[in-house]
């Protein structure tokens, strides 16, 4: 959910509460993008852990965090710790060596709300592909493509640029040369979507 911003310019951290409020459930998020309790997963630009702590809980404690910010990490630990989740690894790093920083081939790797501020978004998800198991998916929970004014949090206009905003079909076009095809389009109330996409066979 965070990366370095001198990598990721346009990726801000926000804070818990309206973390909170625009994803109450965060559990229920992961369920709809299709994660279950017998995939590894990967939490890419994991962030404070909002969503790495259910995803170890959901599946187990099967899940790699990975971000560059080592204070990142640090909180995302403490939240995990404070849920009883474990996690198998956090991975202080770049998230485009995350295929070489992994120590094993995982079924689903998930990012969000960080992928509209990469420069190189195919290169982004060559990275996460280099960490797939053939036929692996990847999930991208971005912004609709609407105007910041219009994406109020706690009463005040949140997320990235308006001009920064994704839809899906720019999602699956910077994606797809990657080796991925769209497996599902998830609609993530109030203000997201979640693009899961599958790595085609070579």
Request: charged content about 20%; proline content about 9%; overall charge negative.
């Amino acid at each position: 959910m965070t990366a370095d911003q001198n990598i990721f310019p346009a990726t801000v951290m926000p804070d818990r509460d309206w973390w909170a409020a625009l994803w109450p459930d965060p559990a229920a998020t992961l369920r709809a993008l299709g994660i279950t309790p017998d995939m590894t997963v990967l939490d890419l630009c994991c962030g404070d852990g909002w969503f790495t702590a259910p995803l170890a809980v959901l599946t187990g404690g099967k899940v790699f965090a990975l971000d560059l910010n080592p204070a990142m990490l640090e909180a995302a630990r403490a939240e995990a710790e404070r849920t009883g989740a474990t996690v198998l690894e956090w991975i202080e790093g770049d998230a485009r060596d995350a295929g070489t920083l992994l120590p094993q081939r995982i079924d689903f790797v998930l990012i969000a709300n960080t992928f509209h501020g990469v420069p190189d978004q195919t290169g982004l998800a060559r990275a996460a592909a280099a960490c797939l198991q053939p036929r692996g998916r990847f999930a991208v929970v971005n912004w609709h493509a609407r105007p910041r004014e219009e994406t109020p949090v706690l009463g005040s206009p949140r997320g990235p640029k308006t001009d920064m905003r994704m839809t899906p079909e720019a999602t699956s076009d910077v994606v797809g040369p990657a080796g991925f095809v769209l497996d599902e389009l998830v609609e993530l109330p109030p203000y997201h979507y979640g693009a899961v996409f599958r790595l085609q066979l070579s």
